[in-house]
């Protein structure tokens, strides 16, 4: 496939609705598959999500991070697992756009819908500097959606230089079953191993540094937006739709469950738990919203968003976890008996929400630090924002 004219006609809409309900009729399926089915996948990619940050000259949408974020909520409030790979997968996107053209056409040039997983964490990473690239071996976990996936974004520590992404084949890695989980048990977030160390030229790598300093070659000033500012929030953004589909179980079962339908709508401590939540998940929307806005602007007017702004939007993303637990827990402490057995759907929410907590990027609490100590008067210690 020949690369696009950004200017071309494509249409920039990610068509989401009419698989929606479908993804929710799917999720018990993935959960006992523990992996996202076939066929949800097949959706994601008829809706054009997957392709969304998908540069336009390889076929994708571009939409903006509002459109995409959105779109990931909607899904969300039909299935928190499909939304968190979907999200996942098609993230990437941003960062593939910011790597060697050459990366670019070997991931996307025959396929805007080619899915790439990943596992950030660098801890496992082994690498030696050779001619031309690196030399890669080792184990990585929490690799969401991986199955479904030709490519993967690993993170390791090149010895004097530092962090770096290094983009693989499936040829190049193995998938170990290891996702065993009490919740968002379909996001198959499988280990990734590589046993003997294999070559990735130096094109299919991305330095940490050119990513916080938002080098890139795309004529939309979109991709001049912090990288990493896309990709914290599809491990928290999903948290949002589930609170909100929490919240509607909830309300349709207060009016319709028991013997005397008044009791909990007359009840003020159920009304302002309902309020409660109702409004932690409009300020969590709310402000995810109101942060790509000030970015987006900032970018298309051709300035960059300030470091400062940067480590304050980095810390309000690893709350948003937080803010929907506590929603959820509103409901789930008095949703009744039904809610106890297992199968019951505000329990699954409740396990999903609790679960997305353990991510790295969804714990507030070395972010509070950085930005704290940026408004005392100290330096940036967080390149990943």
């Known amino acids: 496939m020949h690369a696009l004219d950004w200017n071309s006609p494509a249409d920039s809409c990610i068509d ?8 929710g009729r799917r999720g018990s399926e993935g959960r006992e598959l523990r992996k996202i089915p076939d066929e949800s996948i097949a959706d994601l990619k008829k809706s054009g999500f997957i392709r969304s940050m998908v540069p336009k000259r390889w076929g994708g949408l571009e939409v903006t ?92 520590i090149v010895a004097g230089e530092g962090y770096r992404t290094f983009l693989l084949p499936r040829s190049d890695y193995q998938i170990e079953d290891t996702w065993f989980s009490m919740g968002l048990q379909a996001t198959g977030s499988n280990d990734i191993i590589i046993d003997e160390p294999v070559f990735v030229p130096d094109y299919r790598t991305h330095k940490q540094m050119d990513g916080f300093n938002c080098l890139n070659q795309q004529p939309n000033p979109m991709y001049s937006m912090p990288w990493a500012q896309t990709f914290i929030r599809v491990v928290s953004s999903p948290a949002i739709g589930a609170a909100r589909h929490a919240l509607s179980l909830f309300i349709e079962n207060a009016s319709t469950s028991s013997t005397d339908v008044t009791r909990l709508v007359g009840d003020p401590d159920v009304l302002r738990r309902v309020v409660e939540t109702e409004n932690l998940i409009d300020q969590a929307h709310t402000m995810m919203l109101r942060n790509f806005n000030a970015m987006m602007q900032r970018v298309m007017n051709g300035q960059e968003v300030s470091i400062e702004d940067r480590v304050r939007y980095r810390y309000q993303a690893a709350t948003v976890i937080g803010e929907m637990i506590r929603a959820v827990d509103l409901l789930f402490d008095v949703a009744g008996g039904r809610s106890v057995y297992l199968g019951s759907e505000i329990q699954q929410i409740w396990h999903d929400i609790h679960i997305a907590r353990a991510h790295v990027a969804n714990s507030p609490v070395s972010f509070a630090r950085n930005w704290g100590n940026m408004m005392l008067g100290g330096e940036n210690q967080d390149f990943f924002i």
């Open 65 to 156: 991070p509002q459109e995409f974020f959105s779109a990931q909520i909607e899904i969300a409030e039909h299935d928190m697992s499909t939304a968190w790979v979907a999200g996942i997968i098609a993230v990437h996107a941003f960062q593939l756009a910011l790597m060697d053209e050459n990366a670019q056409q070997d991931v996307y040039g025959d396929d805007p819908d080619c899915c790439v997983s990943s596992s950030y964490n660098p801890v496992g990473g082994k690498t030696e500097v050779t001619d031309g690239g690196i030399m890669l071996s080792g184990h990585w976990g929490w690799s969401s959606g991986c199955d479904h996936c030709d490519w993967v974004l690993l993170g390791a």
């Open 16 to 23: 989401i609705q009419p698989h929606l309900k479908a993804f």
